[in-house]
């Protein structure tokens, strides 16, 4: 008698999630931390799966024959298949739930750790990519179950899973923008002193998208780059555009940002979302 089970994925993802954050304890190792960083993005792909698995598995797949057509159509599960890539599920998750489309931000950031982790050698900061991922997969997590399970994450993630996620979530948000506050302290006290704001030297783009918000050093307005998401190859073909603020510049007194997350700090997640669609909030 065979002892093969079907993969649940939600079962699978909350698995997933339990063991990432088991794996990411400040006293274990850097391997520990980066592993439990991949096991919680696995388990992202297998909750957005759910959902589409549960509407149609033929959402799934990466290619649909008849014979897969017929076999849904019989009530039979889709078996040993190549499904899509996490990228492809979302963008088919947005397109049933529209509301999810400001989130696209948090998950190309998710799929850009995951491919230098996975596929990529160099430098890393390993507490920066920590904290983007668990941030990040909270995020997307939270909007995922109120708005396509219908139900809150505590609810789903239980064991304490959830508050573990959230309480990081708070105090790694509090702390970056304590850390951003300070250093705009720091910088409007020189700027007022008539010394030069000793700021990354950044150019923006002259071929992408700009928008505009007020300079926290000189208060007049600064331009922000408002860059689309490229595609990867490891994701296949990105059908959707996926924008998100990728350099900050004041004209005036020289401040510049240059980090993504800094600058969604900066602007708070909520006016980024305004900044990125606007209108958008209008329609759903």
């Not at 809150?152 to 508050?163: A, M, N, Q, S």
């Not at 408002?226 to 059908?239: H, I, K, P, S």
């Amino acid at each position: 008698m065979s002892n093969d089970k079907y993969l649940e994925f939600l079962e699978c993802a909350k698995g997933l999630y339990k063991q990432g954050l088991d794996l990411l304890d400040p006293e274990k190792e850097d391997v520990s931390i980066l592993s439990g960083c991949i096991l919680l993005t696995i388990g992202l792909e297998k909750i957005i799966k759910h959902i589409l698995e549960s509407r149609n598995p033929l959402m799934i797949l990466e290619k649909v024959t008849f014979k897969d057509v017929i076999d849904v159509g019989k009530g039979l599960r889709v078996g040993n298949r190549q499904t899509v890539s996490l990228r492809t599920a979302f963008e088919r998750l947005t397109n049933l739930f529209p509301q999810l489309e400001q989130e696209k931000r948090h998950v190309l950031k998710i799929i850009k750790d995951r491919n230098f982790l996975v596929h990529q050698a160099g430098y890393f900061n390993i507490t920066k990519i920590e904290g983007r991922v668990r941030v990040n997969i909270t995020d997307i997590s939270e909007q995922i179950c109120l708005r396509c399970i219908d139900k809150k994450p505590e609810e789903i993630f239980v064991e304490g899973i959830w508050d573990k996620m959230t309480s990081y979530r708070e105090a790694y948000r509090g702390a970056e923008v304590l850390k951003l506050n300070k250093r705009i302290a720091f910088l409007k006290r020189i700027y007022s002193q008539g010394e030069k704001l000793p700021c990354e030297q950044i150019k923006l783009s002259e071929k992408l998208d700009k928008v505009e918000y007020e300079c926290p050093i000189c208060g007049n307005m600064a331009e922000i780059d408002l860059e689309v998401g490229e595609g990867d190859w490891r994701e296949g073909v990105a059908g959707d555009v996926w924008p998100y603020l990728s350099a900050f510049k004041c004209g005036i007194c020289g401040f510049t940002l240059s980090d993504p997350d800094e600058i969604e700090a900066l602007v708070s997640e909520e006016t980024a979302r305004e900044l990125l669609y606007p209108g958008y909030g209008e329609e759903y």
